[in-house]
């Protein structure tokens, strides 16, 4: 089976590479490589992906896929069965100071993705959308089947649109797609850009972190490897085009999950554990509820437990040592 891979250089990405190859497929990769995290962190792990098991059946392509003509000019002749779209300009805060990234990559991009998946007659295409699409809302814990009409940035907002747009796409072309809410990931080969690797790093270079609402709030982190056996599997059960009602409402072969721990972890109780797999202590700087921000996110999952018998197993306590672990090594080498 040959899978498509969209940032493939990205943390989940290069992840769900490695393990597509370990179980013998074939993958082709795809990433611009872009800096909003390191490009040397992200060259690292095509490294990590070429050279573990079956890295000689991974191809890599450097391209940009808000370009078509890119996207044809490189994959033109190479087979793709499925794919598995993860690449995306993601953050939050970004999105203020660069929106148009967002509407390159996650907008036109998504669409380039679909139309490949359409041309290629895909037998599934399993795309991320993200657990902010939830916006502030205080229905805990959050379901696919509640609204989400009211993003509070513009990451959100393309995300949101991506689902809209697969929605488009699975009725008039039925083609087979899963969405994937995630929410907040955390584990080797992780993101610079988030709360997990910056208190890592702060805390092991002896700077303070600041904790709002005095690390008070309560967030769903999951670890990688639970996250890629939810993308297999889920890869695994492309919905049918039976006419019923699927996660998320779709009468196409449309479904949307949320992806997560189905618990809520303080985020005081993250540090604690952080502290004591780096040996330091953190210095502190507490600081109020910004505005906008939500005291609790977390994730209703019994739609991917029940289709693809989706069960994250590692706790915060087991996945936080690993993660600093897999941290102290990376940067030392
Ligand atoms: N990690 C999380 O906690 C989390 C939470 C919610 C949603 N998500 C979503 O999951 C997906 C994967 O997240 P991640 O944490 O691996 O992010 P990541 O930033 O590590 O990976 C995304 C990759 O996509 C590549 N990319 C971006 N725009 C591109 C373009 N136009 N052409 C080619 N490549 C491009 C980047 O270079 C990057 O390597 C993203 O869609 C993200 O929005 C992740």
Redesign the pocket.
């Known amino acids: 089976m040959s899978i498509l891979v ?2 493939a ?5 290069s992840h769900v590479s490695r393990r597509l190859l370990a179980r013998g497929e074939t993958v082709i990769g ?5 800096d ?2 390191p490009v040397a962190l ?1 060259r690292d792990r095509l490294a990590a992906i070429a050279g573990g098991a079956g890295g000689d059946r991974f191809a890599f392509h450097r ?4 370009d078509h003509a890119a996207i044809d000019a490189a994959l033109g002749g190479i087979d793709i069965d499925r794919i598995v779209h ?5 953050g939050v805060r970004y999105s203020i100071t660069n929106p148009r990234a967002y509407a ?2 996650n907008l036109t ?1 998504h669409l380039n993705i679909l139309e490949l998946a359409r041309e290629r007659q895909a037998a599934h295409l399993v795309y ?5 699409v939830y916006g502030t809302s205080p229905d805990l814990p959050f379901s696919v089947e509640q609204r989400v009409d009211f993003p509070i940035s513009l ?1 959100a907002a393309t ?1 949101k649109a991506d689902e809209l747009m697969s929605e488009a796409y699975a009725h008039l072309y039925r083609l087979p797609q899963t969405g994937l ?6 584990g080797p080969w992780g ?1 610079p850009d ?1 709360a997990v690797w910056g208190f890592t790093a702060k805390i092991l270079a002896g700077e303070p972190i600041e904790l709002f609402n005095d690390g008070r709030m309560l967030r769903d982190f999951t670890y990688i490897d639970d996250i890629v056996d939810g993308i297999l599997a889920t890869l695994d059960h492309p919905p049918v085009d039976d006419g019923a009602a699927k996660p998320g409402g779709s009468v196409s072969p449309h479904a949307v999950y949320n992806i997560g721990n189905n618990r809520a972890e303080a985020l005081e109780k993250l540090v604690a554990l952080i502290e004591q797999a780096c040996g330091r202590s953190a210095i502190r700087i507490n600081r109020p509820m910004q505005a906008g921000d939500v005291p609790a996110t977390f994730a209703d999952i019994s739609a991917i437990q029940r289709d693809v018998g989706f069960a994250p197993s590692t706790p915060i306590e087991i996945g936080i040592p690993r993660w600093v672990d897999w941290y102290r090594r990376y940067i030392a080498h």
């Open positions: 969209t940032g250089a990205g943390f989940i990405g795809i990433d611009n490589l872009n909003y995290n992200k391209l940009d896929f808000s993860l690449g995306a300009q993601a390159a990559s991009g991320a959308s993200s657990s902010s990451y995300k809410r995630f929410f907040t990931v955390y993101r988030m």
